[in-house]
Structures are given as C-alpha cells and as structure tokens.
C-alpha cells in the first residue's frame, strides 16, 4: 500500500524489456509540481499514452517540474527525448535529471547531476536520491524518509528478474546496494516492472543470490575448468535452452564475485574453485 501522503501515482507504458515484463512503470511524484520517472516507451503510441495521462494532470493545474533517470537502459530511457521536445513545444522547459554515470551512457543531454543524498523538493515532500550501482553504475533510486517509500527503478522487480550482466554491473556492488535500501526501513517499493513490493523483498533478494552463489560453489567445485555456459544446465534445469545464454551471464556474475572474494579463478574463460 502507498501512504496517501507519499503523492505517488503510475502510468505504465509498453517497452521492449525482458521477457515476462512487457511494461515499464512511469512513476509521477507530487501533486502541483510533478517529477517524472524513467519516461521509457521508445514506441510512439506509448509516447503519446504517457503524454495525455500528463496532460490530464496538467489540465487541473498541475505542471511538470523535472524528469529524473534511475538509469540509461533503453526500457527506461526510450521516451525522455520525446516527452522533453512535447513539453518543450508547449513553452515547458523541464529539466533531465540523472547521475553522472549514467549520463555518460546516454545518447542525449541530461542538465543535471543526481548523486547520492541529493534530495529533491516535489510538491513539497523531499525524496532522497540514492545511489546504488550493481544493476547499472550510475542506478538511482528515490527514497522518501517520512513514508518509508523507495521509487525502486531496476533495485527489484514486481515481474521477472534483475540481470547482473558483468559488463556493465556488479553483484558485489548490487548485494552492497539492496543491504543498503534493507537499512532505510522501507515501507514499500515501487518497481519500475510490476505492482509495488512490500520491503520483505530486499532480504528475499539478498537471500536468493546468496543461495545461488552457494549452488555455483557445489556446481563448479568437482568441475575445474568450466565455462560458465557449462553450468547453466545443472544450476537451471528448468530453464529452456534459449534462454540459457541469459543464465550463463548471471552465472559469470556470480563467478567474478567469488573471484573478487578469493574464492575462484580464471584462465581464459574456464573457471575452478581456488
């Protein structure tokens, strides 16, 4: 449940995300003032969708202060330019707002800098933002000290899964990040795929990859000199072959932390337990 006095509101738009997602939350925070997050749909009749559900606010009185990024994946960003040259075209001049690394992985101009403990005044209720990488480097959440509510970006996920993909993320860094957002006392999170999480899910999160981590130990220990693709089966037998490239990734996520922890190693792609 979001706390009325939270001034949360969602237009979830069609995206190309992972599957079995096929929407992206665009969460609007405040009342007078509005500041938009991840306005995502690269699809035009979705770009509209998002537009008119805006304009409907702006209608009663409303207007758009800020766009905000919780990071650069396509699913996220895919309808900033669009919504930003709409808005322009009405003599609104709305700032993006982002974190610098994820700045520097956008194809546009984003007009200011978010970084962690940089709090925003919308509708006047302050949200924190948050840094917390490990999905994406410069991955932003907005945090809501008095309510409890954290505008959760790709943190957790209400459908499917959160990819680590090592070459851009880090599960160390995303295990550091969901005990953090775990230490704020959330209240509920608002995912940027599914329905709003109760805080429980940051310690299943946690747990999950943990146990993971675990099952690789088991899988690799009596198998030195495997590719991570060379555990997919026994670590997901339920998962079909296509989608087995996917689970290698997560497995070499896995793997490169047990290797930051002197737990494994390396050469030339094929790993054993140190």
């Given at each position: 449940m979001i706390p009325d006095e939270a001034l949360v509101d969602r237009i979830p738009v069609r995206t190309?995300?992972?599957?079995?997602?096929?929407?992206?939350?665009?969460?609007?925070?405040?009342?007078?003032?509005?500041?938009?997050?991840?306005?995502?749909?690269?699809?035009?009749e979705e770009q509209t969708?998002?537009?008119?559900?805006?304009q409907a606010r702006m209608d009663q009185g409303a207007r758009i202060e800020r766009i905000v990024l919780t990071h650069h994946h396509p699913d996220h960003v895919g309808g900033v330019v669009a919504l930003r040259d709409r808005l322009a075209a009405m003599g609104q001049v709305v700032p993006i707002l982002a974190h610098d690394?994820?700045?520097?992985?956008?194809?546009?101009?984003?007009?200011a800098s978010l970084s962690d403990g940089d709090a925003i005044d919308v509708s006047g209720v302050q949200w924190v933002a948050r840094h917390t990488p490990g999905h994406a480097p410069g991955h932003l959440v907005l945090h809501q000290p008095e309510t409890g509510v954290i505008v959760a970006g790709d943190l957790v996920a209400g459908v499917s899964t959160?990819?680590?993909?090592?070459?851009?993320?880090?599960?160390?860094?995303?295990?550091?990040?969901?005990?953090?957002?775990?230490a704020w006392n959330p209240t509920v999170l608002l995912p940027a795929h599914g329905d709003p999480l109760p805080p429980q899910i940051l310690t299943d999160y946690i747990d999950h990859r943990h146990a993971r981590t675990d099952q690789i130990r088991a899988v690799l220990a009596p198998r030195p000199g495997s590719a991570p693709l060379d555990l997919v089966p026994e670590i997901y037998p339920e998962l079909p072959?296509?989608?087995?490239?996917?689970?290698?990734i997560q497995v070499l996520a896995h793997l490169?932390?047990?290797?930051?922890q002197g737990e494994a190693v390396t050469t030339e792609g094929q790993w054993a337990m140190a």
């Open positions: 190309p995300t992972l599957p079995p997602a096929t929407h992206t939350n665009v969460w609007c925070l405040g009342d007078r003032a509005i500041t938009v997050i991840d306005p995502a749909s690269p699809y035009e969708l998002l537009f008119e559900g805006l690394a994820t700045t520097a992985l956008v194809d546009f101009d984003v007009d959160i990819i680590i993909d090592p070459r851009e993320g880090n599960l160390g860094h995303y295990l550091a990040s969901l005990e953090a957002a775990r072959e296509m989608m087995h490239g996917f689970a290698a490169l932390w047990l290797q930051e």
